[in-house]
């Protein structure tokens, strides 16, 4: 069994890694190899070649005949394709929570929060509430092979976006509670309509974000 220790460390490099390639500091195109990754960071190769996997089964990154990888970063169409995969995954999820007639409840409380912090300007509260909220979907399930599919579409660049990009709180708040409330009422229909209104928020947001930022970084 794998030890905690070397999880949390293999997880804490993808993290590093994630960020600076989504942040450009590490540019597309750029070769990384593990010896070097696991020098910089004071680590031995094994999380560091894990962590390197991790990325490679999300997409950021391309492996080589000579076993280094290459950063393929991220570009609108990339972004908006995983999320489009994580739009899929809920409506899906959503199904089955109708048909459990799931209590809506801790969905409810966390839009009340999410009022509150939006209220108070406590935009990293509200960033915290809000993967939360996601976190929730898949757990009410009940199905562990959702929940851990789920995890993993929303740990890569949906938390890198929700963690750093900058929001209209109170849109991000109102989608949220609409979500919740077509929940408590289980009226399918306009909770299909919720997501899809959400996410396309989202898309708009990732155009501006990675637009902005191919100027900055050609």
């Known amino acids: 069994m794998e030890s905690l220790e070397r999880t949390q460390t293999k997880d804490y490099i993808a993290d590093i890694l994630r960020t600076e390639i989504f942040k450009r500091n590490i540019k597309d195109g750029e070769k990384l190899k593990q010896s070097e990754v696991a020098a910089a960071m004071g680590v031995s190769r094994m999380p560091v070649r894990e962590a390197l996997q991790m990325l490679e089964m999300e997409g950021v990154l391309e492996r080589l005949e000579n076993r280094h990888m290459k950063v393929n970063g991220i570009s609108f169409e990339s972004a908006k394709a995983q999320f489009r995969m994580i739009k899929a995954l809920e409506k899906e999820i959503c199904l089955i929570l109708s048909e459990k007639q799931v209590d809506a409840q801790p969905f409810l409380k966390?839009?009340?929060?999410?009022?509150?912090?939006?209220?108070?300007?406590?935009?990293?509260?509200?960033?915290?509430?809000?993967?939360?909220?996601?976190?929730?979907?898949?757990?009410?399930?009940?199905?562990?092979?959702?929940?851990?599919?789920?995890?993993?579409?929303?740990?890569?660049?949906?938390?890198?976006?929700?963690?750093?990009?900058?929001?209209?709180?109170?849109?991000?708040?109102k989608h949220i509670e609409k979500i919740s409330q077509h929940l408590a009422e289980n009226d399918l229909p306009k909770l299909m309509a919720g997501f899809e209104d959400y996410f396309q928020y989202y898309v708009e947001i990732l155009k501006k974000e990675l637009e902005g930022m191919n100027h900055e970084h050609p």
């Open 110 to 173: 966390i839009a009340d929060e999410y009022k509150v912090k939006m209220v108070a300007k406590d935009s990293e509260d509200c960033r915290k509430l809000e993967l939360e909220f996601h976190q929730l979907l898949s757990e009410a399930t009940g199905i562990p092979t959702i929940k851990r599919a789920h995890e993993q579409l929303l740990s890569g660049f949906f938390t890198f976006v929700l963690g750093n990009y900058d929001f209209d709180f109170e849109a991000n708040c």
